[in-house]
């Protein structure tokens, strides 16, 4: 094989293994932030059952409400309410103000809030629960992001994901003479 030849042949190589290479860099990348945000808002956080007296601003809850509190939010909120998530901004021994994210009602249906403020009693509050960072979520959801990586990495190192399309530098074997 003559020498010139085969310098083309170390060309078209490296041309094509750096395509592959930054090509292939950037998906892993893309699938790296997608696995990241998924991760990050799926989990990481836990909702347990708490008190209200120990419920400070800016607390971020999820009240199921009583038969009394529907009756009393019929006016604010509408009839029917089974569950409030929002804000605590203030909290008294008598009542606590939410600013709300979302209401959930007994037919399962729920509307998105922009914010508006909502003052609950005591009484009309049948549970509560407050969202607190938890741990054991968060290293979870780093292994399974880790392992989507790993996943991405070893794949594309065996040509999975790639699209099939030969290289325009080698267009394929031709096809046989019939």
């Not at 929002?86 to 009602?105: I, K, L, N, P, Y």
């Not at 054991?136 to 790639?162: D, M």
Request: proline residues 7%.
């Amino acid at each position: 094989m003559p020498l010139g030849s085969i310098r083309r042949a170390i060309r078209r190589a490296i041309r094509a293994a750096g395509r592959t290479l930054v090509v292939g860099g950037y998906r892993l990348l893309v699938a790296i932030g997608i696995a990241s945000l998924v991760a990050s808002t799926a989990g990481c956080y836990s909702y347990p059952a708490r008190p209200l007296a120990d419920v400070v601003p800016p607390a971020v809850v999820s009240v199921e409400i009583t038969d009394s509190g529907r009756v009393a939010l019929a006016d604010q909120i509408g009839s029917e309410v089974k569950r409030i998530d929002g804000q605590v901004v203030q909290h008294s021994d008598t009542a606590f103000r939410v600013m709300v994210r979302e209401v959930g009602f007994l037919n399962g249906l729920t509307n998105k809030w922009e914010g508006q403020e909502v003052t609950l009693r005591p009484l009309d509050v049948k549970s509560l629960s407050q969202r607190t960072y938890s741990r054991q979520r968060t290293v979870l959801a780093a292994i399974a992001v880790a392992g989507l990586a790993a996943l991405a990495i070893i794949t594309k190192g065996f040509g999975v994901l790639s699209s099939g399309d030969p290289s325009p530098d080698n267009p394929g074997e031709p096809p046989p003479e019939t």
